[in-house]
């Protein structure tokens, strides 16, 4: 059984950098053809799409998000990282990782993951 566990701050001051780490148990994030995202909620909105980083390490990002966000990973702890720079309240939210079977399935309209983590609160204030 396959899980995802988030981890990271929970508070981060405005135009500081929201760093996040996803650990993942029962696979490894170099398998193929898996793609790893994060996603995250806005209190009140839906779900929002941020990027992804495929088995391979190639890494995809929303365009409206891409100047702002970098997605790593560390094959040898089986995790992978998000980093969300110059963060205003607005980006506060809950933040989710998620595995999808491909990079397609991550990236195209209808989006399908299969796997999710159980998201953490990060809240963006001074």
């Known amino acids: 059984q396959v899980q995802l566990q988030e981890s990271g701050p929970g508070l981060v001051k405005p135009s500081q950098t929201l760093s996040l780490t996803c650990t993942v148990s029962?696979?490894?994030?170099?398998?193929?053809?898996?793609?790893w995202s994060w996603i995250r909620q806005p209190p009140g909105k839906g779900l929002e799409w941020m990027g992804v980083i495929a088995y391979d390490g190639s890494t995809y990002y929303s365009p409206s998000l891409k100047s702002r966000t970098s997605i790593s990973r560390d094959t040898s702890k089986n995790q992978f990282s998000l980093q969300l720079s110059s963060v205003t309240p607005e980006d506060t939210a809950v933040y989710y990782c998620?595995?999808?079977?491909?990079?397609?399935?991550?990236?195209?309209?209808?989006?399908?993951?299969?796997?999710w983590g159980q998201g953490t609160q990060v809240t963006v204030s001074s």
């Open positions: 998620a595995r999808s079977l491909t990079t397609a399935q991550a990236m195209g309209a209808k989006r399908e993951y299969d796997y």
């Open positions: 029962g696979g490894s994030i170099t398998t193929s053809y898996y793609a």
